[in-house]
Structures are given as C-alpha cells and as structure tokens.
C-alpha cells in the first residue's frame, strides 16, 4: 500500500505521535491499555504496552481477554488511520494465545492491513515480547458502518 498516495488527517496525526502513550486516544479501552505509539504508516502500526497487573490472570500473566482488546484495539486505530469516509467496526477476531507475557514485560503489537475492501477490510496482528516470541496472534475483518467520520 503506497504511504504516498495515502496521505490523510488521521494518519497524519498519528505520525505526530509516535513516541507518545496513548492517553489521548478517542478509545476508551485505548486509554486503559495505555500503550505507546512505536510505528505507523498506512495500512501497519506497532504499539507498546507494559504489562500491568490488572491486565494479568491470576498465574501473573498477560490475560488472554487483554490481550484480544490489545489486538482489537490496534487494528481498529490502524483501520481508522486509512482515511476512510465511514468508521469501520470487527466483526470477528479470531485469536491464538501462544507464550506467555508476564507482569513488568513489555510486548509489541504489530498490526497490518492485508486486503482493504470497499466494505471489509481484513487485518492480521501479533503481540511479539522482547525475546521476539509471539505471544499472541488474530486475524480479524471489519465492516464499513453508516457512521460517517468527520475528521
């Protein structure tokens, strides 16, 4: 996907945050996850999060449920950034939880757009920890809604 021809507000934006905790998202759950912008550019972003306790299971680890708002939280502020007049939503994600992330670790969430449809658009997303071991991964599609973006 060309970054060039893509250029648009919302991506724009989210370039001038890289770098930055993400306290400011429009997402509530964004908020919480409270992760830092690592990478963005059109159709791939990369997100930071360190573990919390509060996001574990009671073995001390990364619980799968956060980890699935993680990755849905990533793909949908990615899919956002593609510029589109309507908002999308997930209607499916399907994930798999593969090694264990534990509390004080800091993993990355990459996500990146593999077809962009006019009306779905399919995403995959890993959660890598720093020895690069995927922790998590989905696939997941969203679906264009009525809900039309002003920004």
Known sequence: MSDVAEINPRLEFLRTQIGNDMSKSISPIGRWLSGTLREVRYGAM?????IREDMTNPMGILHGGAASAIMDDVIGTMVFALGREFAYTSVNLNCDFLNPARLGETITAHAKVIRAGKNIVHCECEIINAEGRIV???ASNLIQTGLRLTV
């Open 46 to 50: 990369s997100v930071d999060f360190t």
């Open 136 to 138: 998590a991964k989905c």
